[in-house]
């Protein structure tokens, strides 16, 4: 699918691609920021009640997910999942038009 793009082409996917991987990381840095100090206020404020790795943990994971989509590890958030994904929600709403024609 890729052989068929244009220079233009190739570098406005480049382009978002390294607009997706600055986000990532991004998010990844706020992620490290604000959970260091929650850890703090947690640890000052009510030490003998530990709340700081609910968002540690749940932030984290929404983290990983982000990752793996952005840097396309898992297949199911990668590029040519969506690209099949469109195909085949095309091909059933051609089939549903001549269902009723």
Do not use: C
Not at 29 to 38: A, K
Not at 64 to 93: A, T
């Amino acid at each position: 699918m890729d052989t068929n793009l244009n220079d233009e082409d190739r570098y406005y996917l480049a382009k978002k691609k390294v607009e997706n991987i600055k986000a990532f990381y991004a998010n990844l840095t706020s992620y490290i920021g604000v959970n260091i100090v929650l850890i703090f206020v947690n640890l000052y404020t009510s030490p003998d009640h530990l709340w700081f790795y609910w968002p540690l943990m749940w932030w984290g994971v929404g983290v990983v997910f982000h990752g793996l989509k952005v840097f396309e590890i898992f297949p199911v958030l990668g590029k040519d999942w969506e690209e099949r994904k469109i195909r085949e929600l095309m091909e059933k709403e051609r089939e549903g038009k001549n269902k009723w024609q």
